[in-house]
């Protein structure tokens, strides 16, 4: 009971804190970080609903775009979002709003590109190089999300947004708390207000992908092949003409941690996804990436858990996955093993 209460008056902290600081401004950029994931996206479509209540004009960046992900959310939901992708001079505005943002870098430009613009930051994030210029901070790292900060904002100044916001904001939430697997101090509240406003679950589930894909994801695990490494890594490989990413993600929901997806283009694409227990173990689907690149003079990169190899080869993808099997598992199980006898050293 008495949680619940503190935790509305601290939202209404926040909310006093925003308004006071925007009440009256004139036009305001609210941005996020480059390729806006469904968080920051949500984010910024709630902070301009606030906004706009109070009268204040509002421009919409997303630095090279909202992701993939963000656009098929939009897509279905069926909102049309105006959203440029590089930062407009800062004095053509008096505020900028940056949400789910830390550093500067992560909006593609330096901290002189804020310079004279009047900073306001919100995040769920560790405070990084942006909250030292920011006049007003509203930094919640107990927060799952920055769509929950922002909805029990939106909610202490009894904003009222349509269903189809309400619905993207369930699916920020959802997005930064791997579906509810965590939650922050807001997400439960910030998730009460959304559906109070008719917000409704997107799930994008596999269920929902358009037959093609579908059809792409089945096949190709009619075809994979599974090796285990460190006792209980699964690496799964397999091949597939289009949607190779898409595959790759299916199979890491089906249990495996290492996914190799073998799939079109020329150079040919090798989409590799990696779960948070290869993280765990020192595999990253960046590092796997620059393996396979390697063996076939191709280039590869990409993040921690999702990455891509470009290669060249003749061969038929079946064969390059017959290769890719063959030599991954041996270089994936050194660098699992490297891991886990630096940890030890480090504990000793
Ligand atoms: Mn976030």
């Not at 960046?286 to 003749?314: L, N, T």
């Amino acid at each position: 009971m008495h949680e619940r209460l503190s935790r509305k008056r601290s939202a209404e902290k926040l909310a006093l804190g925003f308004l006071s600081s925007v009440a009256g401004a004139g036009k305001a950029v609210i941005v996020g970080h480059s390729n806006a994931d469904p968080d920051a996206l949500a984010s910024i479509i709630l902070v301009s609903r606030i906004l706009e209540k109070y009268g204040v004009e509002t421009v919409h960046v997303c630095p090279e775009g909202p992701s993939k992900l963000s656009r098929q959310l939009l897509d279905r939901l069926g909102v049309e979002h105006r959203c440029i992708v590089t930062m407009p001079t800062s004095s053509l505005y008096e505020w900028i709003v940056v949400v789910d943002t830390s550093n500067p870098a992560q909006l593609g430009i330096g901290m002189e590109d804020l310079e004279g613009a009047k900073l306001i930051v919100i995040d769920h994030h560790y405070p990084g190089k942006l909250s030292n210029n920011a006049l007003l901070k509203i930094i919640e790292k107990r927060a799952a999300s920055t769509t929950e900060i922002v909805a029990v904002i939106a909610e202490a100044l009894d904003v009222l947004i349509d269903e189809k916001t309400a619905s993207l904001g369930v699916a920020g939430i959802y997005y930064d708390t791997g579906r509810l697997k965590r939650v922050g101090i807001y997400t439960l509240p910030a998730l009460d207000y959304l559906v109070s406003m008719g917000g409704k679950p997107v799930l994008l589930e596999a269920e929902d992908l358009p037959f093609s894909e579908r059809y792409a994801r089945v096949k190709a695990a009619s075809r994979m092949k599974t090796a285990r490494i460190c006792k209980e890594l699964i690496l799964s490989f397999t091949h597939v003409g289009s949607f190779e990413s898409s595959v790759a993600r299916g199979l890491i929901d089906l249990g495996a941690d290492v996914a190799i997806v073998v799939g079109g283009g020329a150079p040919i694409r090798v989409a590799v996804r990696t779960s948070n227990r290869a993280l765990d173990n020192g595999l990253t689907a960046r590092d796997i990436a620059k393996y396979i690149a390697e063996r076939f003079q191709g280039e590869g990169g990409g993040h921690p858990q999702a990455a891509m190899a470009h290669i060249k080869s003749g061969l038929p993808r079946e064969e390059i996955v017959e290769i890719l099997y063959k030599s991954v598992p041996g270089k994936a199980a050194r660098i699992c093993v490297g891991a886990r006898s630096n940890e030890r050293r480090e504990a000793e």
